[in-house]
């Protein structure tokens, strides 16, 4: 998780790898155990990520990727089931989302 804080971090110049590195986090928020995802490391991170993220204002997609992570987050809290939501799934609302975005502008 210190990877994606470290990629999509203020200090990474490319926004394109800030957008990745979000995605990756919001699919690692996704598929991650529950007990993972319990511990306060990983949440403290994540949220951080997603923090910076909303910082972004020249990058409209950077904050998107910021707030999907948050939506993976707040979709994980209160399930300790085993049946999870595939990230194909995930990306794929995310892909229309973005497509639909698009159309818009």
């Known amino acids: 998780?210190?990877?994606?804080?470290?990629?999509?971090?203020?200090?990474?110049?490319?926004?394109?790898?800030?957008?990745?590195?979000?995605?990756?986090?919001?699919?690692?928020?996704?598929?991650?155990?529950?007990?993972?995802?319990?511990?306060?490391?990983?949440?403290?991170?994540?949220?951080d990520c997603s923090s910076t993220a909303m910082k972004d204002r020249k990058f409209w997609r950077v904050r998107v990727a910021g707030l999907t992570l948050l939506t993976s987050l707040v979709s994980r809290a209160g399930t300790g089931n085993s049946n999870l939501p595939t990230i194909s799934a995930a990306a794929s609302s995310s892909k229309a989302k973005l497509n639909d975005q698009m159309v818009l502008e």
Request: with cysteine; glycine share 8%; proline share 0%.
């Open 1 to 47: 998780a210190k990877v994606f804080q470290n990629a999509g971090g203020a200090k990474q110049g490319a926004w394109t790898v800030r957008e990745s590195a979000l995605a990756a986090a919001s699919g690692l928020a996704v598929a991650c155990d529950v007990e993972s995802l319990r511990k306060h490391e990983l949440l403290s991170l994540l949220l």
